[in-house]
């Protein structure tokens, strides 16, 4: 990793390279959303109110054409790109990833805010502090490599350094915080029931209002006893599309994700390929490489059922899912139009 510069190295964790100023790119042509067809209008019209669908980032190159009218750096996507893809007819979210690494402050996310439209919604990863229960052992944790996490579920500094930025900075612009739990040994975290237990104390304490969600990749958490705990406090459960949780309709089983405040989905890698391995063989992820319908048709049934009990639904989407996360959108967006359009045919025709 880079030695850290100050702040431009956050970009990093948007998704984007730190490049200096290059001379002469003070002229660098402003990034504008790309020229959308009539039927991608129409989709976005079609697209049922409190349907969140969106990228992981905004910070990718290739999207050319797809989002931005032209072909601009990852840094200058950093910098400028989230009005343009603001812009796109399907795209109504996006992820904040840098926020896992670090807190940014509420002045950060205000940037973020304006720059969108009242009607788009930001989901954002809160610091992994809260979520690590000890350090991992690799080199970016320097000195903590290994050691105990005296901030694991610790619900001050969540809510000092996590929630109040994010509230105060995003306004009614915030979608979901989520909590994402990386792999990690159950009994580091006290086994299943306690994890339990100090999940419910921490989500407790927190500041009532924000919708919170939570992202295990443990399938072995996946417990009645989460399921309740999570409903008690009013924190919504994470499908996430990962090669080593079970099927998305499982998670909702085990986690009552129905019933939660809202239905929130990472849809991120193929069952069958790693991280390096989805972006070498998908960059510049500007076209679908391997479609999966399965997942989209399923990704389409559990949004059409949130719909049915007016839940609001955010799914955000890594290129790694099939290639290029835009144009997985607008397949999704086109299957669950179809989806609500048939509904309303079956409904009319018992009538």
Not at 302 to 321: E, H, M, S
Request: hydrophobic share 45%; glycine share 8%.
């Amino acid at each position: 990793m880079p030695q850290e510069r100050g702040p431009a190295q956050l970009d990093l964790f948007t998704g984007a390279a730190v490049e200096p100023p290059a001379k002469g790119r003070k002229g660098a042509q402003p990034v504008e959303p790309a020229a959308v067809p009539e039927s991608l209008a129409t989709l976005g019209r079609e697209l049922p109110q409190g349907v969140f669908l969106g990228t992981s980032s905004w910070t990718f190159p290739g999207w050319s054409g797809i989002v931005y009218d032209h072909e601009a750096s990852a840094s200058q996507l950093a910098r400028e790109g989230l009005a343009a893809y603001a812009h796109h007819p399907v795209l109504r979210t996006v992820g904040i990833d840098r926020t896992f690494y670090g807190p940014i402050a509420s002045s950060a996310f205000a940037e973020y805010a304006a720059q969108v439209p009242d009607t788009f919604r930001f989901l954002v990863k809160a610091h992994e502090v809260c979520t690590l229960a000890r350090f991992p052992l690799h080199e970016r944790y320097g000195a903590q490599r290994g050691q105990t996490n005296e901030r694991f579920l610790h619900a001050a500094y969540a809510t000092e350094a996590v929630v109040m930025p994010f509230v105060e900075g995003l306004g009614e612009k915030a979608g979901p915080l989520v909590f994402q739990f990386p792999p990690q040994d159950p009994q580091a975290l006290g086994g299943p029931a306690r994890f339990v237990e100090r999940l419910h104390a921490f989500f407790a304490a927190l500041p009532k209002g924000p919708l919170y969600a939570v992202e295990l990749r443990n399938e072995e958490l996946l417990t009645e006893g989460l399921a309740q705990a999570l409903a008690d406090v009013g924190v919504s459960p994470v499908l996430a599309v990962w090669a080593h949780m079970p099927p998305v309709g499982r998670q909702a089983k085990l986690t009552r994700a129905f019933e939660s405040r809202a239905l929130v989905v990472r849809w991120m890698l193929p069952p069958d390929l790693g991280y390096e391995e989805a972006r070498a063989r998908y960059a510049p992820f500007n076209k679908l490489v391997d479609e999966d319908v399965p997942t989209r048709d399923v990704l389409a049934r559990v949004c059409l059922a949130a719909l049915r009990r007016d839940k609001p639904t955010f799914i955000t989407i890594n290129n790694k899912a099939e290639g290029s996360a835009p144009l997985s959108a607008i397949k999704l967006a086109e299957r669950v139009v179809l989806g609500r359009r048939e509904e309303a045919e079956r409904h009319a025709a018992t009538r």
